[in-house]
């Protein structure tokens, strides 16, 4: 089994029981040159670019090195296949074959998509049983937060990946993204840090509520559980994935990340309590694939693929 989903099979396992990431062509391609014609020429001519451009690769994304290893997984794991990328695309199937093409270029194994042709893909998100769906859309993500479905906006970053490292690093913020907003609230209504303080204190051994991509946590530290059996059988073996929670908390707050943490049966790699450090310092140590926070201002010339989760009371009084 993995977690509450009931993942487990001897079996190749149904999307239901797949960790499954949907992610826009936005996320995982760069489309600067694409969006600037549909912008300047409007749709037809995007329609005409696209098809007189079908066989050139497009150049890679700021998902792409996440969802590259992410892939590997599956490589390890020939016989359950654990995971799967969706392609959830605004593009029709027509102007979306180079979408198609260029995945099958980079050997990417994607092989389930749906075209909506201008519409919104978030309704879709449960019918391919998503546990994150990226996307360079802000408005499609937070109709999709809205909705109260698992999103994020990738943020473009410089980011240089080294393709010889095969290591798949996910790091992620606490409040507002794998917890609640819960003690954000807190924070925001008083607007006193002594009083978010003395509030997780008292609750120290009260876990969170999930936030928005705690159930993502939870089926990557499954697989990270997986892979711990799979060390203790092959001396050899070099684990795939790694984890690690990257929080502006600090003591007496932590005790209450540590509570929700094992409640949830995640344990990541790493963790880190700031309080007040930049994130970027450890980020830009750490180098993660991708990083997850609530707030634009730890994310904003961080030189790291980073995705903004718009959840919370912070993102609601654009803050």
Do not use: C
Not at 173 to 202: C, K, P, T, W
Not at 252 to 281: C, M, Y
Request: proline letters at 5%; aromatic letters at 10%.
């Amino acid at each position: 089994m993995i977690g509450a989903s009931g993942w487990g099979s001897s079996m190749m396992y149904p999307i239901e029981q797949k960790l499954v990431i949907g992610v826009a062509s936005s996320a995982l391609f760069d489309l600067t040159e694409s969006h600037r014609v549909y912008l300047e020429k409007g749709e037809e001519e995007y329609r005409q670019h696209q098809k007189e451009h079908i066989n050139d690769i497009l150049p890679k994304g700021v998902a792409f090195p996440f969802l590259r290893r992410f892939l590997e997984i599956n490589k390890i794991y020939q016989t359950e296949k654990p995971v799967e990328v969706v392609l959830l695309s605004r593009n029709d199937p027509d102007t979306g074959q180079r979408v198609f093409n260029s995945i099958r270029s980079y050997g990417l194994d994607i092989s389930r998509a749906g075209f909506l042709s201008g519409k919104s893909p978030h309704k879709y998100i449960p019918a391919f049983n998503v546990s994150l769906f990226l996307s360079a859309n802000e408005k499609d993500v937070r109709q999709a937060i809205e909705a109260g479905y698992p999103a994020g906006t990738v943020i473009p970053t410089q980011f240089a990946d080294d393709e010889e490292d095969q290591e798949l690093r996910v790091a992620f913020d606490f409040d507002g993204v794998i917890a609640d907003d819960e003690s954000e609230r807190v924070f925001q209504q008083n607007e006193s840090l002594d009083m978010f303080q003395s509030h997780e204190a008292a609750r120290g051994d009260i876990p969170h509520n999930l936030g928005p991509l705690g159930g993502l946590l939870q089926k990557l530290s499954f697989l990270q559980k997986m892979e711990k059996e799979r060390e203790k059988k092959d001396q050899n073996y070099q684990r795939i994935i790694r984890t690690a929670v990257v929080t502006a908390r600090n003591a007496p707050a932590h005790q209450r990340v540590i509570t929700s943490l094992n409640n949830w049966g995640i344990t990541p790699d790493e963790t880190f309590f700031l309080g007040g450090i930049e994130k970027h310092r450890i980020l830009e140590v750490m180098k993660p694939h991708i990083f997850f926070d609530d707030q634009m201002r730890h994310i904003t010339g961080v030189n790291v693929p980073s995705v903004h989760v718009p959840f919370g009371i912070r993102n609601r009084n654009n803050v």
